[in-house]
Structures are given as C-alpha cells and as structure tokens.
C-alpha cells in the first residue's frame, strides 16, 4: 500500500441541484432543522456539522436527484426519527441495523427530499 501524503482534509461541501430553490431551501431549513448561513447568487448555504449544504437551480438538461445519498447522523436516533415521521417524512423502509456493539446499535433509516434526492439517517441507537 502506498503511504501518500494526505493532501485533502475532507468534505467541506456538498452541492445539490434543484428545479425548485425556494421549496428544497424550505424543506431542508424547516423540516430537517438546518440552519441558514447565507444566501447569494441564488444560492443558499446551511450548516450541517462540519460541511456545509448549498441549494443552487440545476443547469439546463442537468438530472435532479438521484445521484448521491447524503446521511445525517441524528444527535438521538429516536427522537429524530419520531420527529421527522411527525413533520410528514415517509421512510423508504424500517430502520436497518448495520452493527451491533456494546449497549447501542448502528442503525440506517432512508428518506427523500421533495425533489427525489436520496438521504438517510444513520447513527447509534441504545439497546
């Protein structure tokens, strides 16, 4: 294995496309609870931990959704879950246990956005 210098530090953003800004900015502030940075040239950018999540309109014949899955790691998995299916959410399926350890599990929930993009919480959950 090759021991390269690391060059990269991580994900610092994450771009997502919309045939409708105003309605996914709505979703994502209102619904999901994430904070707005700022907004500019048609752009809004939220706080999602350490990366940042933009809104933008989608370029001419540029596909919406469907491309990427982005997972948010709720603070308390029952809580979050409760909460969302309490603002509309409906879950693609029931919560998938990926890992077991000590006194918790890791588990994996999928969802959509209004436009069809793919997200899922995934987090520890007690036992």
Same mark, same amino acid.
């Given at each position: 294995?090759?021991?390269?210098?690391?060059?990269?530090?991580?994900?610092?953003?994450?771009?997502?496309?919309?045939?409708?800004?105003?309605? +996914?900015?709505?979703?994502? %502030? #209102?619904?999901?609870?994430?904070?707005?940075?700022? $907004?500019?040239? &048609?752009?809004? =950018?939220?706080?999602?931990?350490?990366?940042?999540?933009?809104?933008?309109?989608?370029?001419?014949?540029?596909?919406?959704?469907?491309?990427?899955? +982005?997972?948010?790691?709720? %603070? #308390?998995?029952?809580?979050?879950?409760?909460?969302? $299916?309490?603002? &509309?959410?409906? =879950?693609?399926?029931?919560?998938?246990?990926?890992?077991?350890?000590?006194?918790?599990?890791?588990?994996?929930?999928?969802?959509?956005?209004?436009?069809?993009?793919?997200?899922?919480?995934?987090?520890?959950?007690?036992?």
């Amino acid at each position: 294995m090759n021991a390269a210098p690391q060059m990269l530090t991580g994900i610092c953003q994450v771009a997502l496309a919309s045939a409708d800004p105003g309605a +996914l900015v709505a979703f994502y %502030r #209102d619904t999901l609870g994430f904070p707005v940075l700022f $907004e500019t040239n &048609g752009m809004t =950018f939220f706080q999602s931990g350490a990366t940042r999540l933009m809104i933008g309109a989608g370029h001419p014949g540029q596909q919406i959704g469907g491309d990427a899955v +982005l997972y948010f790691e709720p %603070r #308390d998995w029952s809580s979050a879950e409760s909460a969302l $299916e309490a603002k &509309g959410i409906a =879950f693609l399926h029931p919560a998938q246990k990926l890992q077991d350890a000590p006194g918790r599990e890791l588990m994996l929930r999928a969802f959509k956005d209004p436009e069809g993009h793919t997200l899922a919480d995934m987090g520890w959950r007690a036992v």
